[in-house]
């Protein structure tokens, strides 16, 4: 197994739900996951070790994810289709209300601004604010400050949805 087979087989799944973050079409989305491998393949042999291996994939992938979405922008799409996220374990009724809230937080993170969103996907990935600065190339303290406006929006979008 190569070095990058080895990488992707460690993070592409990460790479996954970041293009799914950026794409609402399953297809789509896997489309984008291509690209994003390409684009990485392409700039492995420029890794120099300054950031983790991580940190690095993930840059590069949010930055073709950012240039979809520019190029996208223009178009219309459609927000029916969310990726399937249920889990196996439990009752059918157990499973469809996990459903059900991850379909209600995929579609509150989607609705956030892109800057927002990217926040989001890099914190739900488990990045650090250090590894989401270098990724986004921002200041620590400016992740702290968006992530937080970032999760007051979704719990405020949440909240709304919630009410009847």
Same mark, same amino acid.
């Given at each position: 197994?190569?070095?990058?087979?080895?990488?992707? @087989?460690?993070?592409?799944?990460?790479? =996954?739900?970041? *293009?799914?973050?950026?794409?609402?079409?399953?297809?789509?989305?896997?489309?984008?996951?291509?690209?994003?491998?390409?684009? #990485?393949? =392409?700039?492995?042999? /420029?890794?120099?070790? !300054?950031?983790?291996? =991580?940190?690095?994939?993930?840059? #590069?992938?949010? $930055?073709?994810?950012? %240039?979809? @979405?520019?190029?996208?922008? /223009?178009?219309?799409?459609?927000?029916?289709? #969310?990726?399937?996220?249920?889990?196996? !374990? +439990?009752?059918?009724?157990?499973?469809?209300?996990?459903?059900?809230?991850?379909?209600?937080?995929?579609?509150?993170?989607?609705?956030?601004?892109?800057?927002?969103?990217?926040?989001?996907?890099? *914190?739900?990935?488990?990045? %650090?604010?250090? !590894?989401?600065?270098?990724?986004?190339? #921002?200041? %620590? $303290?400016?992740? +702290?400050? /968006?992530? $937080?406006?970032?999760?007051?929006?979704?719990?405020?979008?949440?909240?709304? !949805? @919630?009410?009847?």
């Amino acid at each position: 197994m190569s070095d990058f087979d080895a990488l992707v @087989a460690e993070h592409g799944p990460a790479i =996954r739900r970041v *293009a799914a973050s950026y794409e609402h079409d399953p297809g789509l989305a896997e489309d984008l996951t291509q690209d994003m491998l390409v684009a #990485i393949w =392409r700039a492995w042999p /420029r890794f120099r070790g !300054e950031a983790s291996p =991580r940190t690095f994939v993930l840059r #590069i992938a949010h $930055n073709r994810g950012a %240039s979809h @979405a520019l190029t996208q922008s /223009r178009q219309p799409r459609s927000t029916d289709q #969310i990726p399937d996220m249920s889990s196996p !374990e +439990g009752s059918a009724l157990d499973r469809a209300e996990r459903q059900e809230q991850a379909d209600r937080l995929l579609a509150a993170v989607r609705a956030l601004p892109l800057g927002q969103r990217q926040l989001v996907t890099l *914190a739900l990935e488990g990045l %650090s604010y250090a !590894e989401m600065a270098k990724v986004l190339d #921002i200041t %620590s $303290n400016l992740v +702290g400050v /968006r992530l $937080n406006r970032a999760r007051a929006a979704l719990s405020k979008q949440l909240a709304a !949805e @919630a009410k009847p």
